[in-house]
Every structure is written in C-alpha cells, then in structure tokens.
C-alpha cells in the first residue's frame, strides 16, 4: 500500500484506540511508552495516572519473528468482536515480534501461507482495516513477512 | 518451630459430577481427610479453604459444624490451592497450630473462560481483534521454546498419550481411557503447535488434606509425609505471561524457577533427589517446559528423557501419575492440592495400580494466571 492510499484510509477508519500507532512520512509505527525512570519499553502505553511515568517513543516498523500460533478456531465474544461467524470466520496467525533494541510486540500476522512463518524471520508493519461485529471498520495493525 | 506433616488426605473425583455442586464435592473431600485419620470436625484447629468458581470456601461451615474454628478463604488463581497448603504450612510450623485441614474446590463451567480485557488492566482492542485466548500464550511460549531447543511436536504428543495412560490407572481421575500418540498428534488443531487432546479443560472435583505438627502426630498415633519445603512466588520483569501485548527483551526467570530454587533451598534436596513429580500441565508444552523450569532436566534434554520412557510409570522419573491435569482436568481451588494429594499416595505407598517403588521425595509445582507458581517438597 502506497503511503497516500493508507493516509486515505486512515482517513475513512478511525483507529481502533487513540495513542496506538502513527502513520509517519516514512511508514507506520506503533507507538510505545519508554517509561522515565529506567528506560524500560512497554506496547501499548499504559493509561492512566500510570501513564505519566512513560513518554511516547517511536516503535521500529521492522523487527524479527519471536515466535507464532495460528488461531484455528473463532475465538469467544466477548470479547472477540470480529465481524465473521462460525461459519465464515478464517484462522489467523499471531505472534510476537522483536523490535530491535526496543520491545517485543504482539500482533496478528498476514501471511499467505502460515507453513511460511519461521522464528527469527524479517517483519514489517503494517495499518489494515479490521470488520467489528458493530458493522463498524476500525483500523488496526498487522506485522507481514517482508518480502 | 514445628516440623509438618501430612497425616489425612481425600478427594472427589475430578471431571464432571452432575446434580452434585463444588461446594458438596469439597465436603466430600474433607470428610474423607477426616475419615483417612480417624477424626471429626471438631478437632480441626484451623483451615484454609478455596474455590475460584463455586462460591465462598467458608460455605461449607455449615455442613461440617459450626465449631467455631478460624478459617480462611484463600484466592490466588491458578495456584489456590498450593497457597491454601502453604497457609497451613505456616500455622503448624510457627508453632501457632497443632493441627488443621487445607482444603479445596471449584465446577466451572464447559469450555475455555470468556476474559474481559479491562479487569486484567488491558485495552479494550487486544480482546476485539483476537488476542486474548490463554491457548495462544501456551502455544506462542512451547513454539518458541520448541524452536529454541529441538523440541517436536510428537514429543508433546508422548507427554498428552502418558497423562490418558496414566488416567487410566486413577480412580480420581476423569479421562479414563488411553489415547495413542498418533491420535492425539492428528487430532484438530486448537493453537498450533498444540492439538485438542494437548489441552486441559476446566472441570470439578475438590481435594482435603490434613496437617499435623510432629508432637500432635505422634500423639494421635499417625503417619504421614513431611513438607519439607513450600514456597509460593509471582512473575518478575522478563517473565512470559499470559495477555502481554508485550514483552522485554532481556528475559527474565519464570515465577516457577523462582518458587522451585525456594523450596529446594528450604527443603535442602537437590533435584536429583526427586523420585515422582507432579508438575503443571495445562497443556503437553506446559509440562515440557516445567521439567526445565523446576530443575528436573536441562532445557531440550525432555526430548530424549520423553522419548525413552523416563517420565512414565516406571522411568527414572515419573511425572503427574495420575494424569496430571490433561487427565484430571483443572477445577482450579482444588487442582494444587490434588497434585499434593497424589504425592501423598505416592510416599505411604497407596497408589495402587500407579505405584512408584521406593518413592520417597515427592515434588509438586502449580503454576497459572496472573503468573504465579506454587511448589511443595514432601518427604515420606
């Protein structure tokens, strides 16, 4: 997706939580708290009175596979709010993704084929659409296998 | 100070019990204890009692007899019930109590729980898109450790075909009926890398067990193994818990080797001194990873020691011989003790059927939501 085509989209959907991610001149980030007193990274930012311990930071929109699963069944409402069914709801993968120097994050994982995913492999961010059972879209993130 | 011993020791089954509550299987379980001892009610000095889904422990009051006696609802999720046993621990051993009764027990309902974001302090979106299912963080920690250690799926597939195998020898257990590997590795995939028969359920049952200081014990005429160590400890920066939208990259210690690395210091064994151990199994991985975790093996060497047959009845080291919860299910007041209980059977040697010869430490480690863990250390 080019960057005006997100920056449209974005438009269209508002995010899915204020303070998440950001889409900047050269891509999506995510954005995390870096907490004041010793550093220590955290996804997403705490709210709250807690908050104030922390200043946004920039997360890296590229980082490594730390490890997966593959949801193969739709899972609970609540508070799953997807708007698929039994019958139509496709798995997904998810996983965690080490952000280099940062934090690890967790993300649901795009990937055409989940026999594809391997540990320690390259990931990209990016912003998609995500149906709510409310016939609302929002956007949300995924991480990708960069190609 | 006191020494501790576990002199009585009941159960309900566990699994499924229609028309009979948690509150009545909890009854049961105690009055068995009493039963296995020989004493009533009355002569319990103290008792800490859970239930996470089955209402106030203290509700069994009544049924027992109002005499008066201090008890204390214990609540400290998934490991309830060795919390409960470790309460007691102390009453006996700071001199306080001669002798009491830790008991638990919980009915939850069918299938996995329904979590809400906002009580477990997190946005409403990580539960919107999907991401908050306790199976995904069991399969998201085994994949990356099958991945760090050489660890295969058929290996997961042992640890489930043991737990049926054993179920099988156990009265109080709930799967009762053997389920090959092969079965188990093809069976419907949950979560991967774990399938349907690699998961415990939520279930029933409720378990007693009866404490005594060395003098009273000695006074009633009664045996029993001794806790030669009990710890309960909570996860630390770096810990891999369940609903963590992150994590940091410098890892840090399980609450699990944190509790284990206490009660082996207390207890003053080594983990080669271990002869049966009944450690958490919420799901194969779980139990994997938990050999490591308690000291039992070095990481990856559960694959060869699986493999060979040493976890089974009648390897080097036989682990969960009732089935641990893959057979029993994990009605969660009672679960910690049930694994207590069973090392109890173990050390007076009546597990008949499942029997360790010469068993004479027993270990036993719960572990669960928010991230605690539990270990006791029983000396026959």
Same mark, same amino acid.
């Given at each position: 997706?080019?960057?005006?085509?997100?920056?449209?989209q974005?438009a269209?959907t508002?995010?899915?939580?204020?303070?998440?991610?950001?889409i900047?001149?050269?891509?999506?980030?995510?954005?995390?708290?870096?907490?004041?007193?010793?550093?220590?990274?955290?996804?997403?930012?705490p709210?709250?009175?807690?908050?104030?311990?922390?200043?946004?930071?920039?997360?890296?929109?590229?980082?490594?596979?730390?490890?997966?699963?593959?949801?193969?069944?739709?899972p609970?409402?609540?508070?799953?709010?997807?708007?698929?069914?039994?019958?139509?709801?496709?798995?997904?993968?998810?996983?965690?993704?080490?952000?280099p120097?940062?934090?690890?994050?967790?993300?649901?994982?795009?990937?055409?084929?989940?026999?594809?995913?391997?540990?320690?492999?390259?990931?990209?961010?990016a912003?998609?659409?995500f149906?709510?059972?409310?016939g609302?879209?929002?956007?949300?993130?995924?991480?990708?296998?960069?190609? | 100070?006191?020494?501790?011993?576990?002199?009585?020791?009941?159960i309900? =089954?566990f699994?499924?019990t229609?028309?009979?509550?948690? #509150?009545?299987?909890?009854?049961?379980?105690?009055?068995e204890?009493?039963?296995?001892?020989g004493?009533?009610?009355?002569?319990?000095q103290?008792?800490?009692g859970?239930?996470?889904a089955?209402?106030?422990?203290?509700?069994?009051? =009544?049924?027992?007899?109002?005499?008066? $006696?201090?008890?204390?609802? $214990?609540?400290?999720?998934?490991?309830?019930?060795?919390?409960?046993? #470790?309460?007691?621990?102390?009453?006996?051993?700071?001199?306080?109590?001669?002798?009491?009764i830790?008991?638990?027990?919980?009915?939850?309902?069918?299938?996995?729980?329904?979590?809400?974001?906002?009580?477990?302090?997190? =946005?409403r979106?990580?539960?919107?898109?999907?991401?908050?299912?306790?199976?995904?963080?069991?399969?998201?920690?085994?994949?990356?450790y099958?991945?760090?250690?050489?660890?295969?799926?058929?290996?997961?597939?042992?640890?489930?075909?043991?737990?049926?195998?054993?179920g099988?020898?156990?009265?109080? +257990?709930w799967?009762?009926e053997?389920?090959?590997?092969?079965?188990?590795?093809?069976?419907?995939?949950?979560?991967?890398?774990?399938?349907?028969?690699m998961?415990?359920?939520? +279930?029933?049952?409720?378990?007693?067990?009866?404490?005594?200081?060395?003098?009273?014990?000695?006074?009633?005429?009664?045996?029993?193994?001794?806790?030669?160590?009990?710890? $309960?400890?909570?996860?630390?920066n770096?810990?891999?818990?369940?609903?963590?939208?992150?994590?940091?990259?410098?890892?840090?210690?399980?609450?699990?080797?944190i509790?284990s690395?206490? *009660?082996?210091?207390?207890?003053g064994?080594?983990?080669?001194d271990?002869?049966? +151990?009944?450690i958490?199994?919420?799901?194969?991985?779980?139990?994997v990873?938990?050999?490591?975790?308690?000291?039992?093996?070095?990481?990856?060497?559960?694959e060869?020691?699986?493999?060979?047959?040493?976890?089974?009845?009648?390897?080097?080291?036989p682990?969960?011989?009732?089935?641990?919860?893959l057979?029993?299910?994990?009605?969660?007041? *009672?679960s910690g003790l049930?694994?207590?209980?069973?090392?109890?059977?173990?050390?007076?040697?009546?597990?008949?059927?499942r029997?360790?010869?010469?068993?004479?430490?027993?270990?036993?480690?719960?572990?669960?939501?928010?991230?605690?863990?539990?270990? +006791?250390?029983?000396?026959?």
């Open positions: 997706m080019s960057l005006s085509a997100a920056a449209a974005e269209d508002p995010p899915m939580a204020a303070n998440l991610f950001e900047a001149a050269d891509g999506p980030h995510l954005i995390g708290g870096r907490r004041k007193s010793d550093g220590r990274v955290v996804f997403p930012t709210s709250g009175a807690e908050g104030q311990k922390y200043e946004a930071v920039k997360l890296a929109s590229e980082g490594k596979l730390w490890s997966y699963t593959i949801q193969r069944f739709r609970k409402s609540p508070p799953y709010m997807g708007a698929d069914d039994e019958k139509t709801f496709q798995p997904f993968a998810l996983g965690y993704i080490e952000l120097g940062q934090v690890i994050v967790e993300s649901r994982i795009e990937v055409d084929t989940f026999a594809r995913l391997k540990i320690g492999m390259p990931m990209r961010l912003i998609v659409p149906a709510r059972a409310d609302k879209t929002v956007s949300s993130y995924v991480f990708r296998p960069v190609q | 100070m006191s020494e501790v011993h576990i002199v009585g020791a009941g309900h =089954p699994g499924r229609d028309g009979r509550s948690g #509150l009545d299987q909890g009854i049961y379980a105690v009055r204890a009493l039963a296995d001892v004493l009533e009610w009355k002569d319990m103290f008792a800490f859970g239930s996470s089955a209402g106030s422990a203290d509700a069994m009051l =009544p049924h027992l007899g109002l005499t008066g $006696v201090q008890f204390i609802n $214990v609540a400290n999720g998934c490991a309830t019930g060795g919390s409960s046993l #470790l309460s007691g621990y102390w009453a006996i051993k700071s001199g306080e109590f001669d002798i009491g830790v008991t638990g027990f919980d009915k939850h309902p069918r299938g996995a729980f329904n979590p809400d974001p906002e009580a477990s302090g997190l =946005p979106w990580y539960g919107d898109v999907g991401m908050m299912l306790t199976t995904q963080f069991f399969a998201l920690k085994i994949q990356r099958m991945s760090l250690y050489g660890i295969t799926p058929m290996t997961l597939a042992r640890v489930a075909e043991k737990a049926f195998e054993n099988s020898k156990t009265p109080h +257990a799967r009762r053997p389920v090959d590997a092969k079965t188990i590795l093809q069976a419907q995939m949950l979560s991967d890398p774990l399938t349907k028969y998961f415990c359920s939520p +279930a029933e049952g409720g378990a007693a067990l009866i404490l005594a200081s060395d003098k009273k014990m000695r006074e009633l005429g009664l045996k029993g193994p001794r806790v030669l160590g009990a710890a $309960v400890r909570t996860r630390v770096g810990s891999f818990e369940v609903f963590s939208p992150s994590l940091d990259i410098e890892r840090g210690p399980s609450p699990t080797e509790a690395k206490a *009660a082996y210091e207390m207890a064994v080594a983990p080669t271990i002869d049966v +151990a009944q958490q199994d919420t799901e194969s991985g779980a139990e990873m938990h050999m490591a975790e308690n000291g039992l093996c070095q990481n990856g060497e559960q060869k020691l699986i493999a060979d047959g040493e976890t089974r009845l009648g390897g080097k080291l682990i969960n011989t009732d089935g641990g919860c057979a029993c299910g994990e009605p969660i007041g *009672a049930r694994q207590v209980y069973e090392n109890v059977q173990q050390l007076r040697g009546r597990a008949e059927g029997q360790v010869e010469n068993a004479n430490i027993g270990y036993s480690q719960v572990y669960g939501a928010p991230g605690l863990s539990a270990v +006791a250390i029983l000396a026959a």
